[in-house]
């Protein structure tokens, strides 16, 4: 059975930084596409950054500020998050493809977390 589960999300004051966690079990998902989404209350879920082996790939809210990465070793894909700002505040979800290209819509990934939430204070 796969499993996602995130961890890092808090409470921070803006400018600040975090970096949010999903380890990932149950499959080997190394040659597959992972991705950070966020999903804000009465708005949609919105891609963050994906990553696969050939490189990764940025949302319009984290491309200057954030850095997607991963331990396949460690069956772990990471989103480090700077210069944050309120309006960043949101459930952060990580996400898995059955396929090696990252996407940026929501419906193509196969798996999911649990979600994590941030909360960006002013």
């Known amino acids: 059975q796969v499993q996602l589960v995130e961890s890092g999300g808090g409470l921070v004051q803006a400018g600040g930084s975090l970096t949010l966690s999903c380890i990932l079990s149950g499959r080997d998902f190394s040659n597959r596409a992972m991705g950070w989404f966020r999903q804000a209350p009465g708005k949609e879920r919105e891609f963050v950054a994906g990553i696969t082996w050939s490189g990764t790939d940025y949302g319009d809210s984290e491309k200057d500020r954030g850095r997607i990465s991963r331990n396949n070793n460690k069956n772990t894909m990471y989103l480090e998050m700077n210069n944050l700002k309120p309006e960043d505040t949101a459930v952060y979800y990580c996400?898995?493809?059955?396929?090696?290209?990252?996407?940026?819509?929501?419906?193509?990934?196969?798996?999911w977390g649990q979600g994590t939430q941030v909360t960006v204070s002013s």
């Open positions: 996400a898995a493809r059955l396929d090696s290209r990252v996407r940026s819509e929501a419906h193509e990934y196969d798996y």
